[in-house]
């Protein structure tokens, strides 16, 4: 489905001098380097002295909400010059540099899309932008990546949440990237959508194209990344292999969020199980849990729903509680 390019000498020969701490492993070159990067806003530090490489696959970019995240990601687009540091993408510096950005696909989180045209319209400037010839053929490939065939023809301001995400990953995909950019791509997506969205990272990953994909959600980044790089208070905190890092998370106590159909008969079935330390409601309806096993606390979620015929709308871990959760791998 992807097409898979060869490395030149130059970017071989700037590859091999970088240490790899995710992605491909201890052997592997790295497409992305970052040395040593900081970027701050006057007396707001974003991110501080970040080093790491990423080779080809999935690599998850993974921390709560202000983390830093976003701002990494978009100084591997080119898009924000670094305070200090460099930033390398195939050897050479993204910013202001044409032929880096034609080989690179970003997914903002924020809505860059224009509500006037449609979706196919939409996809086509992106291919338009990167100068494909012929158009046609690689718009209709983008649009089915995404299963967006449907709706092409739709202005983009009559979307949903769900459908705009997935019409902007086309329109990063279009060119057919081999470095690929995604900023919570899962945000607003229904549960068909997300589990679409996921494959499809997957089989970019599989297809030998370096993809990093942010999120702020433990349970979603397990779901498509092997490689994680965890990022607390603008610092690498940790980054190698998910499993590993997962089962030292896991040893922390989690705050879980959920909304349903009937928060308060799920609250009085929840609070009986072992797993669970504590329940509360909030203002908003929504059940609050604190759990000291947070993989028996996910299984045991939609068993309780599903016997007292509960319908289930969101299970997540709160901001707060990733905060908390993600700050024993920087204490010292």
Known sequence: MFRKKRADGDRQEAQNRVPVTAGMGGSAVATI???QVSKWYGDIVAVSDVSFGIGPGVTGLLGPNGAGKSTALKMMAG?????????????HSPRGNPPTYRNLGLVSEHEVIYPFLSGRDFVRLNAKLQGLRPLDEAVDRAIALVDMQSAAERK???YSKGMRQRIKVAGALVHDP??????E???????VQRAQLIRLIRELGASGKTVVV?????????????????IVNGKLAAAGDFRAIREKIDAHDHEVRIRSSDPRRLASALIGETAVHAVRIDAQERIIASTGDVLAFYRLVPKA??????????????????????????EK
């Open 79 to 91: 898009l924000q010059a670094p305070s200090s540091g460099s930033v390398r993408i195939d050897g």
């Open 156 to 158: 983009i301001g009559g």
């Open 33 to 35: 380097e970052l040395d």
């Open 178 to 183: 081999d470095v690929i950019l995604m900023d």
């Open 214 to 230: 942010s999120s702020h959600v433990l349970v979603e980044v397990e779901r498509f990344a092997e490689n994680i790089l965890v």
């Open 185 to 191: 791509p899962l945000n607003g997506t229904d549960p």
């Open 305 to 330: 729903a599903q016997r007292l015929q509960i319908r289930l709308f969101e299970v997540q871990p709160t901001d707060d509680s990733l905060s908390s959760v993600f700050s024993y791998l920087v």
